[in-house]
C-alpha cells in the first residue's frame, strides 16, 4: 500500500459526484463562484479592526458551499469566535502576490492581509526579509498536531511563524496502458515506451528534487555541485528528446491527450486524473523518495496586534482535525493536520484510506522538503533550470 | 480669432499624448534604467541597484542569441505562410464573394470573438494524439508512429501563422477591395493575359496592404511567447519565453529588460529596411 497508493472505487464514485477544487475550475470556466464571492470584497483593502481578520489564499483551496455561496468551515469560526473572517481568493501567483505587496512591506504598511498563504521557498524569503511575525504560540495549542514530515523545514525550523495549510507530493504519474507495471524509479521513467513522452514540472523543487532523489542525494542538504549536475541530467534528457515538455498544471491535459505518457507530477492532479479517467492514470512516490511542498499560513510584519492574534486563533482552528478534515475531503491535497484522519472516518470513510491525502507513516517518511535556498543560490540555481528548459 | 483655431489640434492631441506620456514613455524610461542595474551584493532575491551595466545588453544577447534567432526565424515563416493563404482568401472576397462577401469578413473576424489563449489551447487538441490529424497522418504513412506534432516547430509555426492570420488578411482585403476593376479590364484591352494583368496591376496597387498585413503579423509574432509555450517544447523557445522565464521565474529584471530593449531595436531595424525596400506611400 504504501508504494502504491491508489484510489478505492468507492472513493472514485465519491469524486466523481463531489465538487472538488480541479472539478469546480475545470466546470465553471477558471472561474467559481467562490472566486466572484471573493471579487466583490474588493480585494483585502478594508482596515484592520479589532475582530476581523483578512485571509489571502489561492483560489478553490477551501471547502465552499454552492447553495448558500458560504465556506462552511468559515462560518462556523465566525460563530465559534465572533471574530469577522474577510476570505480574499487573489492569491494566485507566489512572485506576483509578491510583487504586489513587497513595496508596503518594506515601508511597514498595511498590506491589507492578516494571514497570507504563500508556498515554502516563497514563505523562506519572506522569513528572510523579515516580513514574517512569530507567532504567539499560546494562542496556537493545535500548532502540535502538524505533521512530523512537516515539522521543521529549514526555512522555519520550529515552525515559530509558518504553519502548512496544505501539502503537494511530487512523485511519478503515468498512463497505466503505456506503463502497466508502473513507474518506481528514473530509469522506468525513460523506459523506451514514454521516449518524446515524458512531461516535468515547471516547479523546480519538485522535478530538480525527484530527479536528486533517483541519483540518491539528500535534497535537505543538496550542493551546488549536485544540483547542477541534475540540472544537466535533465538537459540531456531534453536535448536527447525524452523529455517533450516542462509544464505547470497542464501537464495533465498532454496525459488525457495521449501526448504524455509518464510526468513528473504532483498528487492531488493525479487524484482527480485517476478518478475522472476510471483508473487510467496512477500515481506513485518513487522508491529513492519524493518531495513534498506546502503553502503556509503566516502572519506578514505588516498586521496590527489584533490583526495577528485573530489570525492565529484562525490557523489554530483550521488545526483542530475536525475542521481539517473538513477542508480536505473538498481540496484534495495532503491534509498537514494529525488526527484529520481519524475524523475524516467519519464524514467520508472512503476518502480516510486515501495514500494522496492521509500519506501513512512508511509513505510520509519518504518525502522530503527541498532545502531553502540563499538569495544567491535561488537566482543562480532558478537561472541553470530555466536555462536547461530552452529559456 | 485665428489664435484658438490654431490651438484647437493641439488640445485635441493633448489626452492621447497624456495617455502614450504615462503609460508608453515612462515605462520605457523605467525599462530603460532597469536594464543596466545588477545585483545588490548580499541582497535578497530581486534586489537590484543602478551601476550603468551596459555589459547586460551583450551577455543578454550572446546566451539567447539562439532564441533571438529563432524568434524572427518562426515570425518570418509565419508571416510568409500567412501572407500565402491570406492573399488568395481576400481576393476571392474581395472579387469573387459577391452578396457573401459580408458573411466571409464575419467568418474572417470571428475567431476574434474567442480569446487568443483558448484558441491556441484548442489547436493542442487539434495536433494532440487523440486528434483527428494524427491519426490521420498516420494511417496515411506520411508520419511514424513515435512521430507527434505538439512539441514541434512545425505546431508552433502553424499556431502563429493561424493567430495571425486575420491581421494579415483584413488590410489586404482592403487594399485589394479598393482596386477599380476597370484597371484590370484596361490591362486586357492592352493585351495582358490574366498572370500579367495579376502581377503588373493587381499585385502592386494591393502593396500597401500587404505591407500593412506583413508588418502587423511579423511584429507581433517576433516577440509572441504564447504559442511557442502552449504548442513548442524547451527547443522550441523564442525570445518573449525567455523574458517571461527572467521576469518572473529567476526574476532577474534586468536581463529581461535589456532582452526586451534589444528586441525593439531589431524590429525597429529589420522594420525599416522593409518598409524602405517595400515603399509606404500609400501606407499612411
Known sequence: ?391 | MSLPKVRVPYLLLLPGFAFLFTFFILPIINLAQTSTQTRVAGGDTGQYEQTLAFSNYIQAFVENKEQFGRSFLYATLATIFALAIAYPLAYGIAFKAGKYKNILLVLVVAPFFTSFLLRTVAWKQILGEEGFVVPGLRSLNIIGEQTTLTSTSIAVVAGMTYNFLPFMTLPLYASLERIDPRTIEAAGDLYANGITAFRRVTVPLSMPGVVAGTLLTFIPAAGDYVNAAILGSPNTKMIGNVIESRYFKIVDYPTAAALSFTLMVAILILVTLYIRKAGTEELV
Open chain 1, 1 to 391: 500500500m504504501a508504494n502504491k497508493p491508489s484510489l478505492s472505487p468507492e472513493a472514485r464514485s465519491i469524486l466523481r459526484t463531489q465538487i472538488s477544487r480541479r472539478a469546480v475550475l475545470a466546470g465553471a470556466g477558471g472561474i467559481g463562484a467562490a472566486g466572484l464571492l471573493a471579487a466583490c470584497g474588493g480585494g483585502g483593502d478594508s482596515a484592520s479592526a479589532e475582530n476581523t481578520v483578512r485571509w489571502g489564499n489561492w483560489p478553490l483551496y477551501l471547502d465552499f458551499d454552492e447553495a448558500s455561496k458560504t465556506y462552511p468551515t468559515l462560518v462556523k469560526f465566525s460563530e465559534q469566535t465572533g471574530i469577522d473572517a474577510k476570505y480574499f481568493e487573489d492569491y494566485n501567483d507566489n512572485d506576483e502576490f509578491f510583487g504586489k505587496v513587497q513595496a508596503q512591506l518594506k515601508l511597514g504598511e498595511d498590506i491589507g492581509y492578516d494571514v497570507v498563504t504563500p508556498t515554502d521557498w516563497m514563505a523562506a524569503r519572506w522569513i528572510r526579509l523579515g516580513y514574517a511575525q512569530k507567532y504567539d504560540t499560546a494562542n496556537i495549542p493545535n500548532k502540535v498536531n502538524i505533521l512530523d514530515s512537516l515539522a521543521s523545514p529549514s526555512y522555519d525550523p520550529n515552525r515559530e511563524s509558518t504553519l502548512t495549510w496544505q501539502g503537494i507530493m511530487g512523485g511519478f504519474g503515468w498512463n497505466v496502458e503505456k506503463n502497466p507495471k508502473g513507474i518506481r524509479t528514473l530509469d522506468d521513467l525513460f523506459a523506451p515506451q514514454n521516449k518524446g513522452k515524458i512531461v516535468v514540472l515547471t516547479e523546480m523543487r519538485d522535478t530538480i528534487g525527484v530527479i536528486l532523489l533517483g541519483q540518491g542525494i539528500d535534497i535537505t542538504k543538496v550542493t551546488e555541485d549536485q544540483f547542477m549536475n541534475a540540472v544537466d541530467f535533465m538537459a540531456k534528457k531534453i536535448s536527447d528528446g525524452w523529455i517533450r515538455g516542462v509544464k505547470g498544471n497542464e501537464y495533465a491535459e498532454d496525459l488525457t491527450s495521449g501526448d504524455a505518457t509518464a510526468v513528473i507530477g504532483w498528487s492531488g492532479d493525479m487524484f482527480i486524473l485517476a478518478s475522472e479517467n476510471e483508473g487510467k492514470f496512477d500515481f506513485a512516490i518513487p522508491e529513492s523518495g519524493g518531495t513534498i511542498s506546502g503553502d503556509n499560513l503566516m502572519i506578514p510584519s505588516t498586521a496590527s496586534a489584533a490583526g495577528k492574534a485573530n489570525g492565529e486563533k484562525l490557523i489554530n482552528y483550521y488545526y483542530d482535525p475536525v475542521v481539517a478534515a473538513e477542508v480536505a475531503a473538498y481540496v484534495n491535497y495532503v491534509c498537514p493536520v494529525k488526527g484529520a484522519q481519524a475524523e475524516m472516518e467519519k464524514i467520508a470513510p472512503e476518502l480516510a484510506t486515501s495514500e494522496y491525502i492521509f500519506p501513512t507513516e512508511k509513505t510520509s517518511s519518504r518525502l522530503n522538503v527541498f532545502r531553502s535556498l540563499t538569495p544567491d543560490e535561488e537566482t543562480k540555481w532558478a537561472e541553470a533550470f530555466q536555462q536547461a528548459q530552452g529559456n
